[in-house]
């Protein structure tokens, strides 16, 4: 999950897999437009109040290379950053309420909808089979990934998908609690993306998070003879009101599955899939040995 896939995600019930008909593969993505608008404007502010980004820096407890960043559009600014800025600025609550605009313009428009629901579930279920999912990325994991796409991204949308990639794993640390569970293919785990070094990293950040008690974790060895995960990765979210959720990729596309029937469809697949793999103290064990073997 969460791999080169640039398409806008769809919802409903037009396909089941990547032979639907009415798959999109628009590219188009107006989240960089968003954070440029937003940094030009607490520029032009700056200006209008006669400080040089070290100095808004230092009064709003961030580093002139930060406030840089933000004002070119290639980072997100957190609301901490929009309500001091905004109070040292004297803007009156014309930058704080550009908050939801920020909020909602850090995601790629391929996952927006996802992130959405993410917020909302209270379960989160995902089987990954050709890299490690998203949620379960380092930093430099998730920018190797999005260094290898092609065709090449410039610096400002690299540095905008990596952040809006970690920005979705605060779903570990909202409370409630949401319980996770993640099945990786095995050869994720053993496929050095980035370098064997990085690969390491990797490994010995899964071992933290597969040890969280709202986490269960588990590896799909290769030598499985019979597997329900032939249709591709996926990814299901239950929200508060019981409403299953499916969401899954492919080449330039991505969808989310509303209709309740292929969501039971997802739900059962995954299901198998987990019964299939290796528990989740088979699986800690296995990633340790992969550890020591690469």
Excluded at 63 to 91: T, W
Excluded at 218 to 228: F, G, I, L, S
Aim: proline share 4%.
């Amino acid at each position: 999950m969460d791999g080169d896939t640039g398409g806008p995600a769809r919802t409903g019930a037009d396909a089941d897999s990547a032979h639907g008909s009415r798959w999109d593969s628009g590219l188009e993505d107006d989240s960089g437009a968003v954070m440029k608008t937003v940094g030009r404007q607490i520029k032009l502010w700056r200006e209008a109040a006669g400080l040089r980004q070290s100095e808004l820096g230092a009064a709003i407890g961030y580093n002139e290379e930060m406030v840089s960043c933000v004002e070119r559009g290639r980072r997100a600014p957190k609301p901490e950053f929009l309500d001091s800025a905004d109070r040292i600025l004297g803007a009156a609550g014309k930058i704080a309420a550009m908050r939801g605009d920020v909020a909602e313009a850090r995601y790629p428009r391929k996952v927006r909808d996802l992130a959405r629901v993410e917020r909302e579930a209270v379960e989160l279920g995902a089987y990954g089979n050709h890299n490690v999912h998203g949620l379960l990325q380092t930093e430099e994991y998730a920018r190797a990934l999005f260094e290898m796409r092609r065709p090449a991204l410039s610096p400002d949308d690299l540095d905008r998908f990596v952040s809006a990639r970690l920005a979705r794993q605060e779903i570990f640390t909202r409370t409630p609690l949401v319980t996770l569970t993640f099945v990786q293919e095995e050869v994720t785990l053993r496929r050095p993306l980035g370098g064997r070094a990085l690969l390491r990293r990797q490994l010995e950040h899964l071992l933290n998070v597969a040890q969280l008690r709202h986490v269960e974790f588990q590896v799909m060895p290769t030598d499985r003879e019979d597997h329900a995960g032939m249709g591709g990765q996926l990814q299901l979210l239950r929200l508060k009101d019981g409403t299953a959720i499916g969401y899954s990729e492919a080449q330039l596309t991505t969808r989310l599955v509303s209709e309740p029937k292929e969501a039971h469809l997802l739900e059962l697949r995954y299901g198998i899939i987990r019964a299939q793999a290796l528990s989740p103290r088979e699986s800690l064990a296995f990633v340790e040995k992969a550890l020591g073997e690469t």
